[in-house]
């Protein structure tokens, strides 16, 4: 995140007027409890992957109003001077917990949790959303894409297709914890350390009078890493032929060919037996053009002969599907030290909410280390190991299963308490290779790109006791 951009004001003018309605409510020290979580997984797919807590946790460390800020609501005319003058003296007093990123998490799971006076609680709504909407979409689009190509690499080439510069940045950065090996965005490299690559566009094989002599001079000018675009004109008449004369004559080191138009399947068939017997086996293969996980699965059951993707806009714009749909719910209220959950009701029930302030636990089979289910409880309680543990789908209770030999993972930690930031960002490779682990703890039926068997999502006897309790409109003990 740019330290020199103030983002405070970037939110929702409702939580502007809102925070100043509890001001003048007198509700200022009221303590509210909020819940991130998302409702479906994009793309029909089992689950999502966790990210953009970095940049949320950037963002919760330099709320400030500035003068200009306060001037500029004093325009307005909505808001009472006392207000303002809070706001010039704004510091955030609240905790946080969250899913680590990197996680695969699932519908009506709390990402994020905030405890603390509503009025901050509710005025960060928005770039919490925004942050952990974005990045999750796209690490979870990314993590599909490089499950598709079957251990092949995958390189996240949409700069110039990304939705605008923060788009483009944080995308990569996604995509990368998602499992590619890398991004066309250069200052993606400089900023958050992700490796930058890249070979060359059409025009510079136009530059030049014919393709030998525009990749003879590339191969003199980058001989240790030379692959070289054969599609401006011909691949396979004129292409890779040109290629091969210069892989001879220069003999670089890292040699590859990359196709970007045309039957990937059919060209590097072709081009695979054409640089093998010019004696390059060694010599790689790159696809790019606007590919995604089923073309890059479809054409590799086709038996098409490619080493890594270049993936784009299909990727950096989640194109299939480009909206992660997080929301982000009141679940309790705190007065004089008792909790009161809350829930929304709604005729659409993926819209009902899980009330109270919750535990999330991850339960994980002793043997295998495979994820057996989550469980959301009311916070305090807890998951003893030693006994064993009935789990049921909430949306089909009849399916009930009795877990033994496992054990139990607290998915939420501690990110502010009191306003203070206890929790240290892991590096961009800790958080891809956490991502990579945690996914092979998932069962292959839930990582199927289509019609994923249902991962379970369970809820605590008591929980659902409260949540049941409140849906009939009694109150909870």
Known sequence: ??????????????????????????????????????????????????????????????????????????????????????????????????????????????????????MQAQFIETMILLTINHQSLIATKANRIVRAAKGRAVMEFGTRRAHGADAAIYGARAAYIGGCAGTACAIADRDQGIKALGTMAHSWVQMFPDEYTAFKKYAEIYPTNCTLLVDTYNVLKSGVPAAIKVFQEVKPENMGIRIDSGDVTYLTKKARKMLDEAGLQDCKIVVSNSLDEYIIRDVILEGACIDSFGVGERLITAKSEPVFGGVYKLAALETNGELIPKIKISENVEKITNP????????????????????????????????????????????????????????????????????????????????????????????????????????SENLWDMKHALLKGRPWK
């Not at 969250?98 to 509503?118: D, K, N, Q, S």
């Not at 469980?375 to 009849?398: M, Q, R, S, T």
Request: hydrophobic share 35%; with cysteine.
């Open 1 to 118: 995140m740019d330290k020199k951009l103030n983002l405070t004001m970037l939110t929702d003018f409702y939580e502007l007027t809102m925070a100043n309605g509890y001001f003048e409510a007198g509700m200022t020290d009221d303590i509210a409890y909020f819940d991130m979580f998302y409702r479906r997984v994009p793309d029909g797919g089992g689950y999502a992957i966790m990210a953009g807590l970095e940049q949320l946790i950037d963002y919760l460390k330099n709320l400030k109003f500035t003068d200009e800020d306060i001037e500029y609501l004093r325009s307005k005319e909505f808001f009472c001077e006392e207000f303002l003058e809070y706001l010039r003296n704004f510091e955030f007093k609240c905790d946080v917990w969250a899913v680590p990123e990197g996680t695969p998490v699932f519908p009506h799971e709390p990402l994020i949790v905030v405890r603390g006076p509503v």
């Open 356 to 459: 109270g302030f919750k535990e999330l636990y991850r339960l994980y089979d002793k043997d295998t280390g495979k994820a057996l289910g989550d469980v959301l409880c009311i916070a305090g309680e807890k998951i003893d190991e030693n006994e064993p543990y009935e789990i049921f789908d909430p949306n089909a209770v009849w399916k009930r299963t009795t877990l033994t030999n496992f054990e139990v993972r607290d998915l939420h930690v501690p990110i502010f308490r009191e306003g203070k930031c206890v929790y240290e960002s892991p590096s961009i490779e800790e958080i891809k290779e956490y991502c990579k682990q945690q996914v092979e703890t998932l069962w292959d039926e839930t990582l199927r790109l289509e019609n994923p068997q249902t991962y379970y999502v369970d809820l």
